[in-house]
């Protein structure tokens, strides 16, 4: 048996060289290259007809497309994922809601006591709606936390610390701009709505244009309760301050009515109103807020 004797002409395959490694190599070539050139301005011993290598080769060159069109699949790829999760989370919260579906009319319909249906499908489809509508409340914590894990990589430390109360924050206020709406704003409006009942004009609502009435009605109140957090959030990174509010007051009054008048279901001005006071009420809640507990 021969010994083994390795080959003195033997060659390693070379290795692929990181991405990461090259950028690190090419930011110290542009160093060195930057450092020539403020040399060459400052002895002219440096010819100036000497031409600009290209900054990356092919091969280097490829594989930087190729690191980003891999960059881009991983982000499609974790998008799908998350829209999954989501698009789950509403179809178990609606199948939840349907469940209660009864118990949720009753609720709902309490302001305005018996209703009616005029079309055979009328009651099915206002089954369904509420069923929806309810399914996207009880996932909208799981929507609101997988957009967070979506946009979490892109944040810096700094705003990570910041998010980690965001997110409980606007569910909380969500919440509470819906029972406020609920509890003060609804009954008020029905009440308002029925005062025009004579002996010969009696009310008859439709199950489904009373419901299309209090969901687009209680809804926006939880958006406009986000008000707040979104004024206190552009103060503490100093894109506003109080002073910048006061200003602004009277612009931001005439915007509340005409956002009322937008998203309100009727156009008569009590509903405007209804909408316009809340949005103003947070608004001076926020100034208060920037100029005495945050000082800015």
Request: charged share 20%.
């Amino acid at each position: 048996m021969e010994p083994f004797e390795p080959k003195s002409d033997f060659e390693y395959p070379m290795q692929k060289p990181s991405f990461d490694s090259v950028v690190r190599q090419k930011r110290r070539e542009a160093e060195q290259k930057s450092e020539q050139e403020r040399y060459k301005v400052a002895t002219q011993h440096i010819p100036e007809d000497v031409e600009d290598e290209p900054v990356y080769t092919a091969i280097e060159q490829k594989m930087m497309d190729e690191a980003r069109e891999l960059s881009l699949v991983g982000h499609l790829s974790e998008l799908r994922k998350r829209l999954i999760i989501i698009a789950v989370a509403v179809i178990v919260g609606t199948c939840i809601s349907y469940y209660y579906v009864d118990l949720l009319l009753e609720i709902l319909l309490k302001p305005a006591g018996k209703l009616y249906y005029m079309r055979p499908t009328e009651a099915f489809f206002t089954y369904m709606k509420v069923s929806v509508v309810g399914g996207l409340v009880i996932a909208a914590p799981i929507i609101l936390h997988q957009i967070w894990l979506f946009v979490k990589p892109a944040l810096t430390v700094r705003e990570k610390q910041l998010s980690n109360w965001i997110l409980p924050v606007a569910i909380g206020l969500f919440g509470i701009g819906i029972v406020f709406s609920y509890f003060l704003v609804l009954p008020a409006a029905v009440r308002f709505f029925m005062g025009f009942a004579t002996d010969e004009l009696q009310p008859m609502f439709s199950i489904g244009q009373y419901m299309d009435f209090v969901l687009s009605f209680v809804l926006p109140f939880g958006f406009i309760f986000e008000l707040p957090l979104i004024l206190i959030i552009l103060g503490y990174f100093n894109l506003i301050t109080s002073r910048f509010l006061k200003t602004k007051r009277k612009i931001f009054i005439l915007i509340s009515f005409i956002i009322g008048a937008v998203i309100s279901p009727t156009p008569d001005m009590f509903s405007q109103t209804m909408i316009a006071l809340p949005m103003i009420l947070l608004y001076e809640t926020s100034l208060f807020v920037l100029a005495k507990i945050m000082k800015r």
